[in-house]
């Protein structure tokens, strides 16, 4: 009878995280490089398309308009969600670690709620990790 070895799952950190663009939703995976900001990232397509967009911009060109959503198919759009709930959790990930850090520090509730525009209730109840 063959016999399996016992398989364990490793505790994901955050290095492990496959992180995605947050303007154009392509992951860490499928570009050279993936720049941090503050709870957003961007990759290197992305960045050249802005750079390009500012030289043309500086230079006097008038840029054709982008409706970037209104001309995308229903499918095409559903199709996105997926990738923009990993790019809103990115987000959350980071909201979490500052508020960590606030609290840690001794950083009122009603400050912190303050600061994200809800109350402090709100804010202990999406942020503590306590029920």
């Known amino acids: 009878m063959p016999t399996s070895e016992p398989t364990t799952t490793e505790p994901e950190t ?19 490089k993936l720049i ?8 290197d397509a992305c960045v050249w398309m802005c ?10 060109a008038r840029l054709p308009e982008i ?8 499918e095409e759009i559903l199709e996105s969600l997926p990738k923009v709930a990993v790019m809103s ?4 990930a980071h909201m979490q ?6 609290r840690g520090r001794g950083v009122a509730w009603a400050r912190i709620g303050a600061a994200v525009g809800v109350t402090r209730q709100s804010a202990w109840e999406k942020y ?3 029920e």
């Open 97 to 102: 670690t500052l508020v960590d850090l606030l």
């Open 36 to 43: 941090a900001g503050p709870g957003v990232y961007i990759c």
């Open 89 to 92: 959790a990115q987000v959350d």
């Open 51 to 60: 750079n390009d967009i500012l030289r043309q911009e500086h230079e006097g």
């Open 128 to 130: 503590s990790n306590e």
């Open 14 to 32: 955050p290095a492990a995280r496959v992180l995605h663009c947050s303007f154009c939703s392509k992951s860490s995976k499928e570009v050279d």
């Open 67 to 74: 409706a970037f959503w209104r001309d995308k198919t229903d």
